[in-house]
């Protein structure tokens, strides 16, 4: 009966235990996430040049920019092809270590030392072809105003 009774009451410690955890962690108040960040864009606004010949010069500034965002382009696939090489390459170099460690051992192999990860494409060898193309608008005589607007996550600030 002596066991049984401090059965009973470990139970009931445990169970009591498991109420007051409960009910205490229902009065701590969870932090709400922060709100997320807003987004901005730039727009650009273009009054053209006065003069049929400011508007004949704002032909080649679309031309330019047109060439421009296609050098981009180009820049990007040749990009990804570079990444594609470089991890078959990568393959190649692992499939070459594990055939060598199977027939030689670990001791007689050198490991592959491939590249891993994405190509990364620093800022400066992309063209930045808005900016060319709203200087040569000025150029031409029209004038450009920007503006910052939200455009993401607008009215939690």
Aim: aromatic share 8%; glycine share 4%; charged share 15%.
């Amino acid at each position: 009966m002596k066991v049984r009774s401090s059965l009973n009451a470990s139970l009931f410690q445990c169970i009591l235990f498991i109420v007051v955890t409960l009910l205490l962690t229902s009065c701590i108040q969870q932090q709400p996430p922060p709100p997320p960040q807003p987004r901005f864009a730039t727009r650009y606004d273009y009054s053209p040049p006065p003069d049929a010949q400011g508007k004949l010069c704002l032909i080649n500034c679309q031309s330019s920019q047109n060439q421009c965002s296609q050098i981009n382009q180009l820049q990007e696939s040749q990009n990804r092809q570079n990444e594609a090489m470089q991890e078959q390459d990568c393959q190649r170099q692992a499939a070459n270590y594990n055939q060598c460690v199977r027939f030689r051992g670990y001791g007689y192999c050198q490991q592959p030392s491939c590249f891993r990860g994405p190509v990364i494409v620093s800022s400066s060898q992309t063209l930045d072809c808005q900016a060319q193309y709203n200087l040569c608008y000025q150029t031409c005589g029209g004038t450009v105003t920007s503006k910052r607007e939200c455009v993401a996550n607008c009215g939690y600030y």
